[in-house]
């Protein structure tokens, strides 16, 4: 499975960011997917996680109400709209799939792709 990161980039407090996920998979449909960050110095952590139907999504208490994950199985992707950024919103962002939105929540995963760096300034 190849996952792409995109949409980063650098940009004020406040202000809005759209990331994608783009999946090479023939059975992206039946998988739940899910975003992720890693800070400088920290631990990635799960920011939002989404079911294969879209009907289950978790978010980290740190991004509710900001923060909206959603998903196109026909174009195999998923996206993260960020709005009200803040500087601790900054850090590498990741995708990952897995069969259940569980695993997703697990987080462990023995393969990542490149992420997208968002960088919120203050």
């Known amino acids: 499975v190849q996952l792409v990161e995109s949409g980063g980039g650098l940009v004020q407090d406040g202000g809005s960011l759209r990331l994608s996920c783009a999946a090479s998979?023939?059975?992206?449909?039946?998988?739940?997917m899910g975003w992720y960050r890693q800070a400088p110095g920290k631990q990635r952590e799960l920011v939002a996680a989404?079911?294969?139907?879209?009907?289950?999504?978790k978010y980290a208490d740190s991004v509710k109400g900001r923060f909206t994950i959603s998903r196109d199985n026909a174009k195999k992707s998923m996206y993260l709209e960020m709005s009200s950024l803040k500087p601790e919103d900054t850090g590498v962002y990741y995708c990952?799939?897995?069969?259940?939105?569980?695993?997703?929540?697990?987080?462990?995963?023995?393969?990542w792709g490149q992420g997208t760096q968002v960088t919120v300034s203050s």
């Open positions: 990952n799939i897995a069969i259940t939105i569980s695993q997703i929540i697990r987080g462990h995963f023995d393969s």
């Open positions: 989404i079911s294969r139907g879209g009907d289950n999504i």
């Open positions: 998979l023939n059975t992206f449909s039946i998988n739940a």
